[in-house]
């Protein structure tokens, strides 16, 4: 319907009226604009007339959320169907700038939207007005940006006050606080009362040698009475004290700072102590030489591992960087909006060597292609969207004379990413087929020339058969509309050596045709004259023995003659292209083989291109040496600043400049792993090598390296010595001392748990019993009374079941090396599916298992059945109230582990949980019955195989455990890292 513009000498009238008013056509097409509504959308009226109102106000890209055009759209819509005003809620808008094209200013409205109708009562105007109350909006959310920040500094200083009144009592070293002279203890946090082996109430307010009088002695108490006397801070090293604890006199030895408190006046009230127990480590002293030699006998095993995992490190990149070189693909790699060339392969450099390709941007290293050429290369950059084209056509100067000679090629273009997953180039790989693509317009050029003899001289045909006969092409021609054979060429019938096919329909001598589809195009050419040209089309063809049918590919025409201007017949011309249709895929393998061999080489490499030493290629292992870092496409220097100046700035230029390769062992850099942190004192061993291209000229740098800070680090503190030494010592008794009395006092509680629960909680069960038989038949019928007694005996069982759990827990906390065999694990899978069969059969589960191809897994046989039915029963138990259970058990092996995966499309956590998930006692879900130590147990069980669990979930959409079964169980028990 065409816009109506209402009559000129109202539209002064409506553009004048105070408001900010917008006049639509029923198209939605801007008629009129009042000065308030261009003022407050900052536009001019001949910017915005005649324009679609969304085309003059489109959505604001960067605040999607808003959903402004198709809040508005809807609001249009309703008021054409109803003919009614209707009133918008408020809407954030935002307004072009056109000050600045592509920006927006932000904007909030309040829309009213009104018809005007004609005299037949359709709508013939839209009048939009709206109230700009994007002052207040604004201000609202200011405030409560602002109430937010308060409410969590508040929150914030309340933790902070709390953190402070729990820090004394909390604090991991002995802190006390003694009042006058007689020094009466006034404070004792728990650690002083586990040392001094006393309560609280046996010290407090009470004279500290009272309570300790072996403490007493003339050192300690003149240590007291100096800093109460003068007021001086004193530090005691290693000041020896007599404390009976359970039962026994025992010296031990301290650090302690005391501090002396004052009042008001600044006279000493009271001293305040911090102490910590060093018994340990003055008794550890001795053992520093022991642990010295052995230290040293760790580091050199160390060194001996790097220098077998560096030869082997530059064994795999010698092969990987043949294999790149042989690939007989052209593989090359741009980077940037420019699409600066980074890597080139050899072919590529081969073919074009009298230009400079490497660090200059393709535009200007292939200047003379077509911009549509360039184009393609910038779209998939542009849009992240692989392009495939095949036989491409490329006019290359390969001589370098300015005579550009056309090559074709299949292309596949494909976006590179950096760590952070944003497009940073763009990797063509290019299979060169002008030989190829020569063949076939050579042979198009002579079926045509063929089919115009034929067509000329019909009286000819005999010598044309005689032509054909000895043509490389497979010829045959087919007549009437059953398509007969009235003539095969000797390459034609050598495509099917031993079939009948002159004077036979196609259908019948070639009946694979009809399933292959030609068949139904031979139809659709000899209905329309139209020519059909099949390239690499697939047929499969089954030999007349009892051979298995071959999968054959041919590149082929149909072409219908005429006789007396009728279509007579179709002929055809073939070619058999499987062999370079299976050539073509085996060197995508290749292709890609290569690929991943670059990105999963354990060991890292770079290549540095240029005399600026560009990083062109930086495989995974060593980018992950600097994880927060860009590396690729920048100089070196750039790239990593704080190599300027050091000992590796100038080894690289000489290999740049001379070809000599490099060698360093452990060279110290100050480097930053991420970008803007402070730097650190890292070491590498490097292997420095020149690139050199076709013509033997340097064009680049291979670098291959390590880092072995942990090694050089771990020798250097053999080499500090005794005082080290003794430190290391000290932190390993501290941390096995504490080990095992966790152990122990975890032992005792578990054994009173078990033992001297079990008699108490069966004398209870039994009187339940007793008591429930005794009762009347009419008291124990009771609804009340008979759900009481058995919601108390149910509590009984599940009494008895926390404390038989605890025994295993108990029996599983010592069971750190388990006797261990070599176990099926799809049979242990398979036993436990039988255990729960009717689990799975209640719940509807459907169980999927594919684990029965993995050789034997090393592991206690009944600890792997506890692991697995754990896992199953619980992927049942927690199942999602909406959907069919859906239970998948798969296994696979990786280097040094055979991986157990149990996922589930049940209930699912909150990620917030998964921390606390294998912690003792805990569970997240109470709909069924649980004790939460399953997964406890589980994980120990693992740990202590030297193996580890992780787990993946989603809430609402299920859960995946993942089990690291070890292929030889570590002898310690320790865990394996990830």
Same mark, same amino acid.
């Given at each position: 319907?065409?816009?109506?513009?209402?009559?000129?000498?109202?539209?002064?009238?409506?553009?004048?009226?105070?408001?900010?008013?917008?006049?639509?056509?029923?198209?939605?097409?801007?008629?009129?604009?009042?000065?308030?509504?261009?003022?407050?959308?900052?536009?001019?009226?001949?910017?915005?007339?005649?324009?679609?109102?969304?085309?003059?106000?489109?959505?604001?890209?960067?605040?999607?959320?808003? @959903? $402004?055009?198709? @809040?508005?759209?809807?609001?249009?819509?309703?008021?054409?169907?109803?003919?009614?005003?209707?009133?918008?809620?408020?809407?954030?808008?935002?307004?072009?700038?056109?000050?600045?094209?592509?920006?927006?200013?932000?904007?909030?409205?309040?829309?009213?939207?009104?018809?005007?109708?004609?005299?037949?009562?359709?709508?013939?105007?839209?009048?939009?007005?709206?109230?700009?109350?994007?002052?207040?909006?604004?201000?609202?959310?200011?405030?409560?940006?602002?109430?937010?920040?308060?409410?969590?500094?508040? $929150?914030?200083?309340?933790?902070?006050?709390?953190?402070?009144?729990?820090?004394?009592?909390?604090?991991?070293?002995?802190?006390?606080?003694?009042?006058?002279?007689?020094?009466?203890?006034?404070?004792?946090?728990?650690?002083?009362?586990?040392?001094?082996?006393?309560?609280?109430?046996?010290?407090?307010?009470?004279?500290?040698?009272?309570?300790?009088?072996?403490?007493?002695?003339?050192?300690?108490?003149?240590?007291?009475?100096?800093?109460?006397?003068?007021?001086?801070?004193?530090?005691?090293?290693?000041?020896?004290?007599?404390?009976?604890?359970?039962?026994?006199?025992?010296?031990?030895?301290?650090?302690?700072?005391?501090?002396?408190?004052?009042?008001?006046?600044?006279?000493?009230?009271?001293?305040?102590?911090?102490?910590?127990?060093?018994?340990?480590?003055?008794?550890?002293?001795?053992?520093?030489?022991?642990?010295?030699?052995?230290?040293?006998?760790?580091?050199?095993?160390?060194?001996?591992?790097?220098?077998?995992?560096?030869?082997?490190?530059?064994?795999?990149?010698?092969?990987?960087?043949?294999?790149?070189?042989?690939?007989?693909?052209?593989?090359?790699?741009?980077?940037?909006?420019?699409?600066?060339?980074?890597?080139?392969?050899?072919?590529?450099?081969?073919?074009?060597?009298?230009?400079?390709?490497?660090?200059?941007?393709?535009?200007?290293?292939?200047?003379?292609?077509?911009?549509?050429?360039?184009?393609?290369?910038?779209?998939?950059?542009?849009?992240?969207?692989?392009?495939?084209?095949?036989?491409?056509?490329?006019?290359?100067?390969?001589?370098?004379?300015?005579?550009?000679?056309?090559?074709?090629?299949?292309?596949?273009?494909?976006?590179?990413?950096?760590?952070?997953?944003?497009?940073?180039?763009?990797?063509?790989?290019?299979? @060169?087929?002008?030989?190829?693509?020569?063949?076939?317009?050579?042979?198009?050029?002579?079926?045509?020339?063929?089919?115009?003899?034929?067509?000329?001289?019909?009286?000819?045909?005999?010598?044309?058969?005689?032509?054909?006969?000895?043509?490389?092409? $497979?010829?045959?021609?087919?007549?009437?509309?059953?398509?007969?054979?009235?003539?095969?060429?000797?390459?034609?019938?050598?495509?099917?050596?031993?079939?009948?096919?002159?004077?036979?329909?196609?259908?019948?001598?070639?009946?694979?045709?009809?399933?292959?589809?030609?068949?139904?195009?031979?139809?659709?050419?000899?209905?329309?004259?139209?020519?059909?040209?099949?390239?690499?089309?697939?047929?499969?063809?089954?030999?007349?023995?009892?051979?298995?049918?071959?999968?054959?590919?041919?590149?082929?025409?149909?072409?219908?003659?005429?006789? !007396?201007?009728?279509?007579?017949?179709?002929?055809?011309?073939?070619?058999?292209?499987?062999?370079?249709?299976?050539?073509?895929?085996?060197?995508?393998?290749?292709?890609?083989?290569?690929?991943?061999?670059?990105?999963?080489?354990?060991?890292?490499?770079?290549?540095?291109?240029?005399?600026?030493?560009?990083?062109?290629?930086?495989?995974?292992?060593?980018?992950?040496?600097?994880?927060?870092?860009?590396?690729?496409?920048?100089?070196?220097?750039?790239?990593?600043?704080?190599?300027?100046?050091?000992?590796?700035?100038?080894?690289?230029?000489?290999?740049?400049?001379?070809?000599?390769?490099?060698?360093?062992?452990?060279?110290?850099?100050?480097?930053?792993?991420?970008?803007?942190?402070?730097?650190?004192?890292?070491?590498?061993?490097?292997?420095?090598?020149?690139?050199?291209?076709?013509?033997?000229?340097?064009?680049?740098?291979?670098?291959?390296?390590?880092?072995?800070?942990?090694?050089?680090?771990?020798?250097?503190?053999?080499?500090?010595?005794?005082?080290?030494?003794?430190?290391?010592?000290?932190?390993?008794?501290?941390?096995?001392?504490?080990?095992?009395?966790? !152990?122990?006092?975890?032992?005792?509680?578990?054994?009173?748990?078990?033992?001297?629960?079990?008699?108490?909680?069966? @004398?209870?069960?039994?009187?339940?019993?007793?008591?429930?038989?005794?009762?009347?038949?009419?008291?124990?019928?009771?609804?009340?009374?008979?759900?009481?007694?058995?919601?108390?005996?149910?509590?009984?069982?599940?009494?008895?079941?926390?404390?038989?759990?605890?025994?295993?827990?108990?029996?599983?906390?010592?069971?750190?090396?388990?006797?261990?065999?070599?176990?099926?694990?799809?049979?242990?899978?398979?036993?436990?599916?039988?255990?729960?069969?009717?689990?799975?059969?209640?719940?509807?589960?459907?169980?999927?298992?594919?684990?029965?191809?993995?050789?034997?897994?090393?592991?206690?046989?009944?600890?792997?059945?506890?692991?697995?039915?754990?896992?199953?029963?619980?992927?049942?138990?927690?199942?999602?109230?909406?959907?069919?259970?859906?239970?998948?058990?798969?296994?696979?092996?990786?280097?040094?582990?055979?991986?157990?995966?149990?996922?589930? !499309?049940?209930?699912?956590?909150?990620?917030?949980?998964?921390?606390?998930?294998?912690?003792?006692?805990?569970?997240?879900?109470?709909?069924?019955?649980?004790?939460?130590?399953?997964?406890?147990?589980?994980?120990?069980?693992?740990?202590?195989?030297?193996?580890?669990?992780?787990?993946?979930?989603?809430?609402?959409?299920?859960?995946?455990?993942?089990?690291?079964?070890?292929?030889?169980?570590?002898?310690?028990?320790?865990?394996?890292?990830?």
């Amino acid at each position: 319907m065409p816009t109506t513009l209402p009559p000129p000498d109202l539209l002064p009238v409506f553009n004048a009226q105070p408001g900010a008013t917008l006049l639509l056509s029923p198209e939605w097409v801007i008629v009129g604009a009042s000065d308030d509504y261009l003022a407050a959308t900052m536009t001019q009226r001949e910017a915005i007339i005649g324009q679609h109102i969304f085309e003059a106000f489109p959505d604001n890209p960067f605040t999607p959320q808003a @959903n $402004a055009v198709t @809040n508005v759209r809807a609001s249009l819509t309703q008021v054409m169907v109803t003919r009614q005003p209707h009133d918008m809620a408020p809407q954030h808008y935002d307004v072009p700038d056109r000050a600045r094209p592509g920006h927006f200013v932000e904007r909030h409205w309040l829309p009213r939207h009104t018809p005007v109708l004609d005299a037949a009562g359709q709508v013939r105007y839209i009048i939009q007005s709206v109230q700009d109350i994007t002052a207040s909006r604004v201000a609202a959310r200011l405030l409560r940006e602002s109430q937010a920040s308060e409410l969590a500094a508040r $929150a914030e200083a309340q933790q902070h006050r709390l953190d402070l009144r729990h820090f004394l009592e909390a604090a991991p070293v002995a802190v006390a606080v003694y009042h006058g002279p007689q020094h009466r203890v006034e404070v004792a946090n728990a650690t002083t009362l586990a040392i001094w082996d006393r309560t609280l109430a046996d010290v407090l307010h009470r004279p500290v040698f009272e309570a300790l009088p072996e403490a007493a002695t003339p050192d300690v108490v003149a240590l007291f009475e100096r800093v109460f006397t003068t007021g001086i801070a004193q530090t005691a090293y290693e000041q020896p004290t007599t404390i009976h604890r359970r039962g026994q006199p025992e010296q031990v030895y301290w650090n302690t700072v005391f501090e002396p408190q004052r009042g008001p006046d600044g006279r000493v009230t009271g001293i305040f102590t911090i102490g910590t127990d060093v018994t340990e480590q003055v008794r550890a002293r001795q053992q520093a030489e022991q642990l010295n030699r052995e230290l040293e006998a760790r580091v050199r095993e160390r060194t001996h591992e790097a220098e077998a995992a560096r030869a082997e490190a530059e064994e795999q990149q010698g092969r990987l960087l043949r294999l790149f070189g042989q690939a007989p693909a052209h593989i090359n790699l741009f980077t940037g909006p420019d699409l600066v060339w980074t890597l080139v392969h050899p072919d590529t450099q081969r073919m074009l060597p009298h230009r400079q390709l490497l660090g200059l941007p393709r535009r200007q290293a292939l200047a003379e292609f077509p911009d549509d050429q360039h184009a393609l290369f910038e779209r998939v950059y542009r849009t992240g969207q692989g392009v495939h084209a095949l036989e491409q056509p490329h006019r290359l100067d390969l001589l370098g004379d300015g005579v550009g000679h056309e090559e074709f090629f299949d292309i596949s273009l494909q976006p590179t990413y950096d760590a952070s997953g944003r497009i940073e180039g763009v990797m063509s790989f290019a299979l @060169n087929v002008t030989e190829r693509v020569r063949a076939r317009q050579q042979r198009e050029a002579l079926q045509a020339q063929v089919l115009a003899a034929a067509q000329r001289q019909g009286q000819q045909r005999e010598a044309l058969f005689h032509i054909l006969a000895d043509t490389p092409a $497979a010829v045959a021609l087919l007549r009437g509309p059953e398509y007969r054979f009235e003539y095969v060429n000797t390459a034609y019938q050598q495509l099917f050596p031993e079939r009948q096919l002159t004077g036979k329909p196609v259908a019948e001598a070639l009946p694979e045709t009809e399933e292959a589809g030609f068949l139904a195009e031979l139809d659709r050419v000899y209905r329309t004259g139209e020519t059909f040209f099949g390239v690499e089309l697939p047929m499969r063809v089954q030999p007349e023995d009892d051979r298995p049918a071959q999968q054959v590919y041919y590149t082929f025409t149909y072409q219908a003659y005429r006789e !007396n201007g009728q279509i007579a017949g179709i002929s055809i011309f073939a070619f058999d292209v499987t062999e370079q249709v299976q050539a073509r895929a085996q060197g995508e393998a290749e292709r890609q083989q290569l690929h991943r061999l670059f990105m999963e080489a354990p060991a890292p490499i770079v290549i540095l291109a240029g005399p600026d030493l560009v990083f062109q290629l930086v495989n995974p292992a060593y980018q992950r040496a600097f994880p927060g870092r860009a590396l690729l496409g920048k100089p070196v220097l750039d790239a990593l600043p704080e190599l300027r100046g050091t000992a590796l700035q100038e080894p690289l230029r000489t290999v740049y400049s001379t070809g000599e390769a490099f060698v360093a062992r452990e060279m110290p850099l100050q480097m930053a792993r991420h970008e803007g942190e402070p730097l650190q004192e890292l070491y590498f061993t490097f292997t420095i090598q020149a690139r050199r291209n076709a013509q033997g000229h340097i064009d680049g740098v291979l670098m291959f390296g390590h880092e072995v800070t942990d090694q050089v680090q771990a020798r250097h503190v053999v080499e500090e010595g005794g005082q080290q030494a003794r430190a290391l010592v000290q932190k390993l008794e501290e941390s096995n001392q504490q080990l095992l009395r966790t !152990n122990v006092d975890l032992d005792n509680f578990i054994y009173t748990a078990s033992h001297d629960l079990k008699a108490p909680i069966s @004398n209870i069960e039994g009187l339940l019993s007793l008591l429930q038989e005794e009762l009347p038949a009419e008291v124990a019928q009771d609804a009340e009374v008979g759900s009481t007694l058995s919601r108390m005996l149910d509590a009984v069982e599940r009494f008895k079941r926390t404390i038989d759990h605890l025994t295993e827990v108990a029996k599983l906390q010592k069971e750190h090396t388990p006797t261990t065999t070599l176990v099926n694990l799809a049979a242990v899978v398979d036993d436990v599916r039988q255990d729960l069969q009717h689990l799975l059969q209640a719940a509807g589960a459907k169980l999927f298992v594919d684990i029965s191809a993995q050789p034997p897994v090393q592991f206690s046989a009944k600890n792997l059945r506890s692991i697995v039915y754990n896992l199953l029963s619980n992927a049942v138990k927690y199942r999602h109230p909406d959907r069919t259970p859906h239970v998948d058990m798969r296994a696979h092996v990786r280097p040094g582990h055979t991986v157990l995966e149990v996922h589930d !499309n049940g209930l699912g956590l909150d990620p917030a949980y998964l921390p606390r998930l294998f912690t003792m006692f805990q569970r997240f879900h109470d709909h069924v019955e649980g004790s939460g130590i399953g997964l406890y147990m589980v994980k120990r069980m693992v740990e202590n195989a030297g193996g580890r669990i992780e787990v993946h979930s989603q809430l609402g959409a299920g859960t995946t455990f993942f089990v690291f079964l070890p292929h030889t169980a570590s002898p310690s028990g320790q865990v394996i890292p990830a």
